[in-house]
């Protein structure tokens, strides 16, 4: 079976992303890239019931290769992501905090620091139909020098090195909608300035342990571990 371990990441991610309410029924869609190769969730299978065999492989320009079921709908917006960052793992979801700042809002300002650990303010992609090249375009342009974007009244998706690391971006993301939202609740909430936030770049990077590759700018910081000091 090609990309067997990628497809059971998949499964397995799936499950987690129901398990914590990043997605429900058979919403959202998750994929990993290996080469010129793709394994992607199907569509129309709610994701915590994937089987690996269950997840198609798709050449990078979207041609089936591996798998009985067809790929999932977004398919397009995921292979355009890697085209246009290199990305090695792809995480849609329409989790319920992302959808309401991607229902209200052109962007999630920065009023937490861990905001650059998505290179920055999240944009938020111009609403087109879900599936097709345009919102491939849109989510494209909305994640250049970022790992995060929202995508207008539909939800998000974040990039990564690899699925666990993307995965965690998602979390990242619903994380500081969340934050948002409810501060919105309370008052006007503060908005971190360019100066703040490089300052924060600059801490991270002098920061001893703190993952990063040779030469990365800021907003190419990764996605810290779990036992990472931030």
Known sequence: MLLAEQRQLLCEHGRRAVETGLVIGTSGNLSVRLGDLVAVTPGGVALDRLEPEACPVVDVEGHLVEGELQPSSE???????????????VVHTHSVFGAVVAT??????????????????????EYATYGTSELAAN??????????A????HGGVTIGDD????????????????VYVRARAVGEPRVLTEEQLSAVVLRALQTPGFPRRENDRPAELPVPFP????
């Open 163 to 178: 699925l666990p690391q993307a995965f965690e971006a998602t979390r990242l993301l619903e994380w500081l909608c969340e």
């Open 104 to 125: 209200t809002m052109t962007e999630l300002p920065p009023i937490h620091y861990n905001t650059m650990l998505l290179g920055g303010t999240v944009r938020v992609a």
């Open 75 to 89: 398919t397009p917006m995921h292979l355009a992501v890697y085209a246009a960052t290199g990305a090695g793992a």
């Open 227 to 230: 036992d990472t000091p931030t």
């Open 139 to 148: 989510v494209e342009a909305a994640l250049r020098d970022r790992r995060a």
């Open 150 to 153: 929202l995508l207008a009244n």
